[in-house]
């Protein structure tokens, strides 16, 4: 049961945090705003167009490496863009931190910080993971064994800022934060943090 609600705490927190950051235009992390940028191109909204998205990359986690699939596979690929949206929506109300920069920079790195916290709630009990997440395990146990994890995470972050940027997407000082920094403080994170958790 701890392992479950590590699952469900850590992407409720996710995309909580995730929609603030896009309601105060810093910046999400490469993967929403790639999606955001698609979902914009094609006229979808966000959780539905992720939906999609994820379920492509799906299919190679499934060829690859199903190990990776399982509970919070599905919770991460259901709920996350759909948070992000309502958590935009409930923002609203609060438009005028808008209006302070330095109220914006603040809570913009709280929120990486809480970003690679809820990666590691959610990733550390080992119930499966969200297809965008695996793609770095899989090609580091794979195909690139001698280099570290965080590198090929943040070379998957920077391609995915690529391609939002190409789509349009708005890019924020956020956003390039977490392609260079999300890979490493995740990995902080399930070290000194979440993994300690189920450790046992």
């Known amino acids: 049961m701890q392992r479950i609600i590590s699952v469900i705490f850590g992407n409720v927190l996710m995309g909580v945090v995730v929609g603030i950051m896009s309601f105060m235009k ?19 909204s966000l959780g539905y167009e992720e939906l999609i998205v994820n379920g492509l990359l799906l299919i190679f986690v499934i060829v690859t490496a199903r190990k990776y ?54 990733l550390s009990p080992n119930m499966g993971m969200a297809p965008y ?30 391609i939002g940027f190409v789509l349009g997407t708005t890019i924020g000082p956020n956003t390039f934060i977490s392609s260079f920094l999300l890979g490493p403080l995740i990995q902080f994170m399930r070290t000194h943090v979440t993994d300690r958790l189920f450790s046992e």
């Open 26 to 44: 810093v910046g999400t992390d490469v993967f929403t705003g790639m999606n955001l940028g698609i979902s914009d191109k094609i006229g979808m």
């Open 69 to 122: 699939i399982g509970f919070g596979t599905i919770v991460n690929m259901v709920i996350i863009g759909f948070i992000v949206e309502w958590t935009e929506k409930w923002m609203q109300p609060l438009a005028f931190i808008n209006d302070y920069f330095w109220l914006r920079m603040v809570l913009m790195v709280i929120g990486i910080l809480l970003l690679s916290l809820s990666l590691g709630f959610y």
């Open 133 to 162: 997440d695996a793609l770095a395990y899989i090609i580091h146990e794979k195909w690139l064994t001698n280099v570290q994890y965080r590198y090929i995470r943040m070379t998957q972050d920077v391609i995915a800022l690529i």
